[in-house]
């Protein structure tokens, strides 16, 4: 098998995700319509494959329990859609904060190899203080929940979730959390089996023999762009503090011409007219820069948190295919172990060693044969049952490994 060939299951590419086709951009009112188009069977298969259209929309947020201490939020979610797992056209949900969360940390389990969009952390200073139920901070937070179910819907594999189409269309939302805690849909990994390659597994410090230059040339394109929102965020601060400086001389400039309309009584109305003009206009901008740095700076701070869900998933892949390299390494060994006990039976005075066994492997049965470590077939036998039952368990933890 070649090792390359592992990942070819998963749709890593994004060449072709840049921007859906136009049709499915622009749905019907009704939510009906082409949407995305699905490739044909025969295609490639790590193309993008798009099965129709999901479009949530997060709103109408509304404090419930208002007035006690367990008061919370919850958000009116609605979708149209026309994929064929969800039998309305249109959806209409309640949701709670806790319940995104739930959303996003079990999509993360369920489809390791896909980017599932980041959530506006709870570790806030609004937490701290109390503001949590403000105004400003409800509408910033709706906007990230509405970019946040965006991003799901845009994801070719997480809009076909069984979990997405039981969070925008149940009603028992509850049962359904529970349910999915006890029949998870990626079965745990053996972890007894994973113990018992403890020893050939690979560390921290190991790095992958045959990288994949699509996923080289991804982790360039996330260092560039992280770079690029780094220096964007540090240029605004300086144009934000230049604006800052710019309003204060403005109003300095103001009290400067107020004062001189004091001085020259002939012109001191229209003095005191352009003394006026110049302190709205100070403090217009500077209203005008603390409104506009927020909403920016958050917004790069989103996107910088969802560059690094990318970068995780690359380095998850990354691990895996380490993962199966020592694995595919491992199985080899205890392979050409297997075939050589097996060859044994056939190795008589002074017989050739078998075709792909080597010399060293035939000068190591000799020695001990004259030794007496292996002193009859039946030792061979169990020892060749033992290392079968190995290779089904590594091929088995193999596979999952390829499969993640």
């Known amino acids: 098998m070649n090792d390359n060939e592992v990942f070819e299951s998963v749709a890593w590419e994004s060449e072709n995700f840049a921007s859906p086709p136009a049709a499915a951009q622009q749905p019907t009112a ?3 319509g082409a949407g995305y188009p699905a490739h044909d069977a025969g295609g490639d298969p790590s193309e993008i494959k798009w099965e129709g259209y999901l479009i949530p929309l997060v709103s109408d947020p509304i404090k419930e329990l208002e007035g006690t201490k367990d008061m919370y939020v ?3 979610v609605t979708a149209k859609t026309n994929l064929p797992a969800y039998s309305q056209s249109e959806t209409s949900t ?10 996003r940390e079990h999509l993360s389990k369920d489809f390791p190899a896909c980017v599932v969009p980041p959530l506006p952390g709870k570790h806030r200073l609004e937490y701290v203080t109390g503001d949590r139920f403000s105004h400003e901070f409800i509408e910033r937070r709706k906007e990230d929940l509405q970019r946040f179910m965006e991003r799901l819907a845009h994801h070719p594999t997480l809009q076909r979730s069984k979990l997405l189409r039981d969070f925008l269309t149940s009603t028992e939302w509850t049962v359904q959390m529970h349910a999915h805690l006890a029949h998870p849909p990626v079965p745990d990994a053996g972890g007894s089996i994973l113990e018992n390659l403890s020893d050939t597994l690979i560390n921290a410090f190991s790095r992958v023999r045959k990288p994949d230059e699509r996923f080289l040339d991804m982790r360039d394109g996330l260092d560039k762009f992280e770079e690029g929102l780094v220096g964007t965020e540090r240029g605004w601060n300086r144009v934000n503090n230049k604006m800052g400086d710019l309003s204060g001389d403005y109003h300095d400039m103001a009290v400067s011409v107020q004062g001189l309309g004091f ?3 002939g012109i001191t109305e229209p003095l005191n007219r352009f003394s006026n003009v110049l302190l709205d206009f100070s403090t217009h901008l500077k209203s005008n820069s603390e409104q506009s740095t927020g ?5 790069v ?3 910088l948190a969802y560059s690094q869900i990318n970068r995780a998933v690359l380095k998850l ?3 895996k295919q380490l993962d199966f390299e020592e694995l595919t390494e491992y199985l080899s060994q205890i ?3 297997r075939d050589r006990l097996a060859a044994r039976s056939g190795l008589g005075g002074g017989a050739a060693p078998p075709s792909g066994l080597g010399l060293g492997a035939y000068i190591r049965d000799r020695v001990e044969a004259i030794r007496g470590t292996v002193d009859d077939d039946k030792t061979r036998v169990e020892k060749k049952k033992k290392l079968d039952q190995r290779i089904k368990e590594v091929g088995v933890f193999a596979n999952f490994v390829s499969y993640l």
């Open 301 to 303: 701070h989103s996107l």
């Open 263 to 265: 001085l020259e009584s």
């Open 74 to 76: 919850s958000y009116k």
């Open 295 to 299: 909403p920016f700076i958050h917004n």
């Open 94 to 103: 309640r949701r709670r904060f806790q319940d995104f969360t739930f959303l």
């Open 317 to 319: 892949r990354d691990q």
């Open 335 to 337: 392979s050409l172990e």
């Open 30 to 32: 009704s939510g009906s």
